[in-house]
């Protein structure tokens, strides 16, 4: 799996390619995401458009990271999603969790429509 990283439309724009199976690349993408959310850029659209395969270890990847944003007072939001990764979403359940777009564009746009609910233990009583 490669990734670039690119900023714009008010959020952190993150394009996978190739296989995303999780590993030595999904650790460093992992680690990767914590620090975009320490310099403050919570709001995440990660662009599937050029994924060919996701195993459960990918999958994994992909809601830690929600996980991850979210408890830092953003979200990871889902763009072009193909429609092989769409089913693998669809038969595990996970197309409910996910917020997904048909583009990066929307995705990104979302965020100021939608903003980001803080995370169950950050709101106060």
Same mark, same amino acid.
């Given at each position: 799996?490669?990734?670039?990283?690119?900023?714009?439309?008010?959020?952190?724009?993150?394009?996978?390619?190739? !296989?995303?199976? +999780?590993?030595?690349?999904? *650790?460093?993408?992992? %680690?990767?995401?914590?620090? $975009?959310?320490?310099?403050? &850029?919570?709001?995440?659209?990660?662009?599937?458009?050029?994924?060919?395969?996701?195993?459960?270890?990918?999958?994994?990847?992909?809601?830690?990271?929600?996980?991850?944003?979210? !408890?830092?007072? +953003?979200?990871?939001?889902? *763009?072009?999603?193909? %429609?092989?990764?769409?089913? $693998?979403?669809?038969?595990? &359940?996970?197309?409910?969790?996910?917020?997904?777009?048909?583009?990066?564009?929307?995705?990104?746009?979302?965020?100021?429509?939608?903003?980001?609910?803080?995370?169950?233990?950050?709101?106060?009583?």
């Amino acid at each position: 799996m490669k990734y670039s990283i690119d900023e714009r439309y008010n959020a952190v724009v993150l394009k996978l390619k190739g !296989n995303v199976m +999780g590993g030595p690349d999904g *650790a460093k993408l992992h %680690d990767q995401l914590r620090d $975009l959310r320490d310099q403050g &850029k919570k709001n995440v659209v990660v662009d599937l458009s050029r994924v060919k395969f996701m195993n459960s270890s990918g999958l994994g990847l992909l809601i830690s990271g929600m996980t991850s944003m979210r !408890n830092g007072g +953003g979200d990871l939001r889902l *763009a072009n999603v193909a %429609d092989r990764i769409q089913s $693998l979403l669809v038969i595990t &359940k996970l197309i409910t969790v996910f917020k997904h777009y048909d583009s990066v564009e929307e995705a990104a746009e979302s965020f100021e429509k939608e903003p980001p609910q803080p995370a169950p233990d950050e709101e106060e009583a």
